[in-house]
């Protein structure tokens, strides 16, 4: 099991440059995890993409439904205290270390794109590229 955070999930489902990563990661490693958030966080996504024009409501809801099957099982909750000393540590969100607490948790890697994670916490994330 791999923690992934939204943006490796809206790669996945959203078509673009690194879509194929996602995929091949998939593949690779097909037991992804993620903090409760990562729901809310994709939802924004699509909603973006909804104004945009570039996807429609249903293709948003249609979206939303099949990474929540994809996820199933591999959400979890985090512990606040532990999402606080890695703030207190870094210069990242609160959101992005929910993702680093979880895999820290799962004793697993975080695969991300956020530079700042990756920098931040090399011993517990993994670039999407170097997966």
């Known amino acids: 099991m791999i923690v992934v955070d939204t943006n490796v999930i809206a ?7 690194y879509t194929a990563g996602a995929e091949a990661l998939l593949e690779q490693a097909p037991e992804w995890a993620a903090p409760i958030l990562w729901r809310s966080e994709f939802r924004n996504i699509l909603a973006g ?8 409501f249903e ?5 939303q439904r099949e990474a929540e099957s994809l996820l199933g099982g591999g959400e979890f909750e985090v512990d606040s205290l532990a999402v606080l ?3 207190r540590g870094s210069d990242c969100s609160a959101y992005d270390c929910e ?4 895999a820290m948790r799962l004793g697993t890697r975080l695969v991300t794109m956020d530079r700042k ?3 931040a ?3 517990h994330a993994v ?5």
């Open 85 to 87: 000393e890695l703030v």
């Open 11 to 17: 790669h996945l489902y959203l078509p673009g440059e």
């Open 59 to 63: 293709q948003a809801f249609s979206l």
């Open 49 to 56: 993409y909804m104004r945009r024009e570039l996807i429609s």
């Open 117 to 119: 994670l990756l920098q």
């Open 127 to 131: 670039a999407l590229s170097g997966y």
């Open 99 to 102: 993702f680093v607490a979880l």
């Open 121 to 123: 916490f090399p011993e």
